[in-house]
């Protein structure tokens, strides 16, 4: 079954340390992955695309196939950076565009 | 933000009634989606449309309908609310590079 996995609920850092939220995934097949990210009061909007291969607000992510993994990285956490944050497989190209989300992790940067 | 907007923004209604949320978009996007957001479960799609009147059942469809007469309106209707239909309620578009964007979502309470 194709399914994403988040496994922190929240993830508490302080301001400058490094973040790593992670996500998993199962899927058969080539997936596109992507992460999403909701600011408070705010929409939730695309963050990054690994086919894109940015780097976004400081953020990277590689697709790991071998370990079926999107780990988001950010070297040094910021405090408007805390938001939350969604990891979702599509299928590949051609497809309807039907997401499936993990279960979110809340990041939280204290000062 | 794509021009996306939903109504109401938020809903609080009785069990057994039936509720209509409304989703329209400026963009001229062909497909368009429901999902909705609860805790420990991320977003679940309920119903898509890759064009009018072209709609499909999405993860969580039991207990929805959808309709889409318009390019720009996308229905959700709960023919017969349940308390376990209470959640936030999140319309999405997809442009052609696979990018979905979010409109503000609906606060549904079911009592």
């Known amino acids: 079954a194709q399914r994403v996995t988040q496994p922190e609920k929240l993830l508490s850092v302080f301001k400058g340390a490094p973040v790593e939220l992670k996500c998993n995934y199962s899927?058969?097949?080539?997936?596109?992955l992507f992460w999403y990210v909701q600011y408070s009061r705010q929409r939730l909007q695309l963050l990054l695309r690994?086919?894109s291969r940015e780097s976004i607000k400081g953020f990277t992510a590689d697709l790991n196939k071998g370990e079926t993994s999107f780990h988001l990285k950010k070297p040094f956490a910021q405090e408007e950076d805390s938001a939350m944050y969604y990891c979702?497989?599509?299928?590949?190209?051609?497809?309807?565009?039907?997401?499936?989300f993990g279960q979110g992790t809340t990041l939280q940067v204290k000062p | 933000d794509a021009g996306i907007t939903q109504s109401p923004r938020h809903k609080v209604t009785e069990t057994g009634t039936p509720v209509t949320l409304r989703c329209h978009q400026t963009?001229?996007?062909?497909?368009m989606y429901w999902y909705r957001q609860d805790p420990g479960h991320g977003l679940r799609l309920i119903h898509y449309?890759?064009?009018?009147?072209?709609?499909d059942k999405g993860e969580v469809s039991d207990g929805y309908s959808v309709s889409r007469s318009k390019t720009e309106d996308f229905l959700l209707t709960l023919e017969s609310a349940t308390s376990s239909q209470t959640s936030v309620y999140f319309c999405?578009?997809?442009?052609?590079?696979?990018?979905?964007?979010f409109g503000p979502g609906t606060r549904l309470t079911v009592t």
């Open positions: 690994h086919i």
């Open positions: 449309s890759y064009g009018v009147k072209d709609t």
């Open positions: 899927y058969s097949g080539s997936p596109e």
């Open positions: 963009e001229n996007h062909r497909y």
């Open positions: 979702a497989l599509t299928h590949g190209s051609g497809n309807t565009g039907k997401l499936i």
């Open positions: 999405a578009t997809m442009d052609s590079t696979y990018e979905q964007y």
